[in-house]
């Protein structure tokens, strides 16, 4: 049966490193600092920007969180953009999507300096990404490439087959993976007969948000399973895989909870810290 991939362990690992790299940093007089940015109530937003504080505090990184009310009109977040954009202590800027009807998603990830994008949404960012320039990688697709590099996965020449083309993940996991020379397929909701193109992955991603999508009949032996999804079923979390019957087959596959999640996190630090770096070398 297949090798599980923890993330999380690999995750504890890489914020280790992270730590003493920050430490260092700190000796030369680079302080990374991340403002992460929250408007409105949403109980899963509101978890995910406390685990991201969190995570940056728990490597001696500095890290401020605005609490925003939901009435915050789309002037106001602008504005206050524009000042962390402007104030040479900061060098990440993450806002937590989705943001409250009033307000243009879009308008915003615009408004972040590209230099301090640390979720790699900006377009700019993404146009680099797909040129294979040196830029801010999303957070997700970048876990996910770590993982498998970690995990001596090699992606040379094989097929990936992604599930799902969401510009979050999707779609950049993909480009991410083009770049170190693998095969790319992309499935979606309107492809047809998915099954058929699932089985053919060596590496097979899944990114659909669709508990129980994939299970081991939609898989060949040996394949590496990758499950991105994260779905609450009778009140537990759950990816997209089924992962009892596609661990008979697997040669390796990543857990939920405890799999791709930690990694996310992390390599929103690791983006952080890089994005400190760059500034202190210009
Ligand atoms: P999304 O809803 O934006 O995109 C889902 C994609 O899946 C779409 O491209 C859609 O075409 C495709 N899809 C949906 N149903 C399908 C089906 N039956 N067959 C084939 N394709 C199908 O979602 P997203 O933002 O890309 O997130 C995907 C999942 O990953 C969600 O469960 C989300 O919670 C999870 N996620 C996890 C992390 C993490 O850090 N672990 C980060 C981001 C997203």
Request: net charge negative.
């Amino acid at each position: 049966s297949a090798e599980v991939i923890y993330g999380k362990q690999l995750a504890e690992t890489i914020r280790q490193e992270m730590k003493e790299e920050v430490a260092q940093l700190s000796e030369q007089g680079i302080h990374p600092k991340l403002v992460v940015i929250i408007v409105g109530e949403d109980p899963a937003s509101q978890s995910y920007v406390k685990g991201k504080q969190r995570a940056s505090e728990k490597i001696g990184m500095n890290s401020d969180l605005l609490e925003l009310s939901a009435d915050t009109s789309e002037e106001k977040l602008l504005e206050i953009i524009k000042e962390l954009n402007e104030d040479k202590s900061v060098h990440g800027i993450l806002v937590q999507l989705p943001l409250p009807e009033q307000i243009d998603d879009q308008k915003v990830i615009e408004a972040i300096d590209p230099s301090k994008d640390v979720d790699g949404f900006h377009p700019s960012n993404v146009g680099r990404l797909m040129t294979g320039q040196e830029t801010f990688y999303p957070c997700t697709p970048y876990g996910i490439l770590v993982m498998l590099q970690r995990a001596d996965i090699s992606l040379e020449g094989k097929h990936v087959v992604i599930v799902g083309r969401s510009n979050l993940v999707g779609k950049p996991v993909g480009q991410l993976l083009l770049n170190e020379n693998a095969t790319v397929t992309h499935c979606h909701s309107r492809t047809k007969n998915l099954r058929e193109h699932t089985k053919q992955a060596d590496i097979l991603i899944v990114a659909a948000g669709k508990a129980g999508l994939i299970t081991g009949e939609d898989i060949s032996d040996g394949t590496v399973v990758i499950d991105v999804g994260v779905n609450r079923v009778d009140g537990k979390l759950t990816g997209d895989v089924d992962f009892e019957s596609a661990s008979e087959k697997a040669s390796h596959i990543t857990p939920v909870p405890k799999g791709v999640g930690p990694m996310t996190i992390t390599m929103l630090l690791h983006n952080t810290i890089k994005a400190a770096k760059w500034i202190h070398q210009k």
